[in-house]
């Protein structure tokens, strides 16, 4: 039964789900017509349709999360800032296979697929969560994160109801990227050029290549239970060093 209904979202039903993704931006640009508040409206406005407690949105690359755009409550961007500090979770699945990654049972499923990540979200309060991946053929665009404060899986129609969300932050995301039709680029929430910065930092310091780099980042932040951005900015200032030689960091 959920299969069929998702070939008829993408399939004979393209119609009617075109429809209703046109409602949702419809009713996102109401909220905000400027064009700036587009993501924060289209999240806030997720919560309201779906069973969930919190949606995130976050910009994605093909090396993982790249900044968060949305959050509706603060376990929202926990997630999204776990799943950004430690290169894992739902969200970092879903935007590399393309296909959503449903998890209705955290508690039971989360510990043996993402280790590190599991634990920080059961703290924050989650207890279940779907990704939904954002993007257009192979280009990655970002992921939209919807939580669950309880255990439970979408029900068939609140899936399909939640691809249309997806279909629509897609949409949402392009034109912030293009420019178009938001007069003014709408800024992360979080400043992830300090991270990209202290990862060329530790790279040099290091002796290692970018990608291990970003790799000692995330390991050390993990340790020492901080935010990576926290971090960067202290890789930066000098007050932490990766030289193997130097008892600094």
Same mark, same amino acid.
């Given at each position: 039964?959920?299969?069929?209904? @998702? !070939?008829?979202?993408? +399939?004979?039903?393209?119609?009617?789900?075109?429809?209703?993704?046109?409602?949702?931006?419809?009713?996102?640009?109401?909220?905000?017509?400027?064009?700036?508040? @587009?993501?924060?409206?289209?999240?806030?406005?997720?919560?309201?349709?779906?069973?969930?407690?919190?949606?995130?949105?976050?910009?994605?690359?093909?090396?993982?999360?790249?900044?968060?755009?949305?959050? %509706? *409550?603060?376990?929202?961007?926990? @997630?999204?800032?776990? $799943?950004? %500090?430690?290169?894992?979770?739902?969200?970092?699945?879903?935007?590399?296979?393309?296909? &959503? #990654?449903?998890? /209705?049972?955290? !508690?039971?499923? !989360? /510990?043996?697929?993402?280790?590190?990540?599991?634990? +920080?979200?059961?703290?924050?309060?989650?207890?279940?969560?779907?990704?939904?991946?954002?993007?257009?053929?192979?280009?990655?665009?970002? #992921?939209? *994160?919807?939580?669950?404060?309880?255990?439970?899986? @979408?029900?068939?129609?609140?899936?399909?109801?939640?691809?249309?969300?997806?279909?629509?932050?897609?949409?949402?995301?392009?034109?912030?990227?293009?420019?178009? &039709?938001?007069?003014? &680029?709408?800024?992360?929430?979080?400043?992830?050029?300090?991270?990209? $910065?202290? %990862?060329?930092?530790? =790279?040099?310091?290091?002796?290692?290549?970018? !990608?291990?780099?970003?790799?000692?980042?995330?390991?050390?932040?993990?340790? *020492?239970?901080? /935010?990576?951005?926290?971090?960067? =900015?202290?890789?930066?200032?000098?007050? #932490?060093?990766?030289?193997?030689?130097?008892?600094?960091?």
């Amino acid at each position: 039964m959920l299969i069929a209904k @998702l !070939a008829w979202h993408r +399939g004979q039903g393209g119609d009617v789900a075109s429809r209703r993704v046109a409602e949702i931006l419809r009713a996102a640009w109401a909220e905000s017509p400027e064009g700036t508040g @587009l993501p924060a409206s289209l999240a806030a406005a997720c919560v309201r349709s779906l069973s969930v407690s919190g949606v995130g949105m976050a910009l994605m690359t093909d090396q993982g999360p790249a900044g968060i755009i949305a959050a %509706t *409550d603060g376990a929202a961007m926990e @997630l999204e800032e776990l $799943q950004f %500090t430690l290169g894992e979770g739902p969200c970092v699945d879903a935007s590399h296979s393309g296909r &959503p #990654v449903l998890q /209705p049972d955290l !508690a039971r499923t !989360a /510990p043996l697929r993402w280790p590190a990540f599991a634990g +920080g979200a059961l703290q924050a309060g989650v207890r279940a969560l779907f990704a939904f991946p954002l993007q257009v053929g192979a280009i990655r665009v970002g #992921v939209l *994160d919807l939580y669950r404060d309880r255990v439970g899986p @979408l029900s068939a129609d609140e899936l399909i109801e939640a691809l249309s969300f997806a279909d629509a932050a897609t949409l949402v995301l392009l034109n912030v990227q293009a420019g178009y &039709p938001v007069s003014m &680029p709408v800024p992360v929430l979080d400043d992830r050029a300090e991270v990209h $910065q202290a %990862t060329g930092v530790v =790279s040099v310091q290091a002796g290692v290549g970018l !990608a291990e780099a970003l790799v000692l980042l995330r390991a050390r932040a993990f340790a *020492d239970e901080r /935010p990576l951005g926290n971090l960067a =900015s202290d890789v930066l200032a000098g007050t #932490v060093s990766f030289r193997k030689d130097d008892d600094t960091g």
